[in-house]
């Protein structure tokens, strides 16, 4: 069951962390401007806070160590950007209107699989806090 865990955590880990990744260096002028054309106030900024809390939230996973200061990362990033950038019911044209509920259906997931990892106890194996630990 640990080795399921381990692969568990770095298979999501490097997702929160590449996403993070385009948030901070690889798109964030692209990404601010889709936030921009949603109306996020400082676009620019909004991308930068998101990326650094991906970040966190993603390394905690990965690393097994500040666990719920990761999910907590997560779970402040999805509850507005799910909200309001995959508002799938103001949009009038179908196509537009299904990619963004696929969207918001995932991050709804994303968001309960995180708070899901609450439930392992720690600290977790194969983690930089057991090797603390011992």
Do not use: C
Not at 49 to 69: C, E, M
Not at 88 to 100: C, E, G, K, N, S
């Amino acid at each position: 069951m640990n080795a399921a865990v381990l692969i568990g955590r770095v298979i999501v880990g490097l997702y929160y962390v590449y996403n993070a990744l385009n948030h901070l260096i690889f798109a964030p002028g692209q990404l601010a401007e889709y936030a921009a054309s949603k109306g996020v106030p400082l676009p620019l900024v909004a991308v930068i806070v998101t990326g650094i809390l991906l970040l966190i939230g993603g390394l905690s996973i990965l690393l097994g160590v500040y666990v719920r200061i990761g999910v907590l990362a997560l779970v402040v990033f999805f509850l507005p950007v799910t909200f309001w950038m995959h508002d799938f019911w103001a949009v009038a044209d179908p196509m537009q209107r299904m990619i963004q509920m696929v969207q918001f259906v995932k991050n709804l997931a994303l968001m309960g699989s995180a708070l899901m990892f609450l439930a392992i106890p720690e600290p977790w194996a194969y983690s930089l806090a057991a090797r603390r630990k011992s």
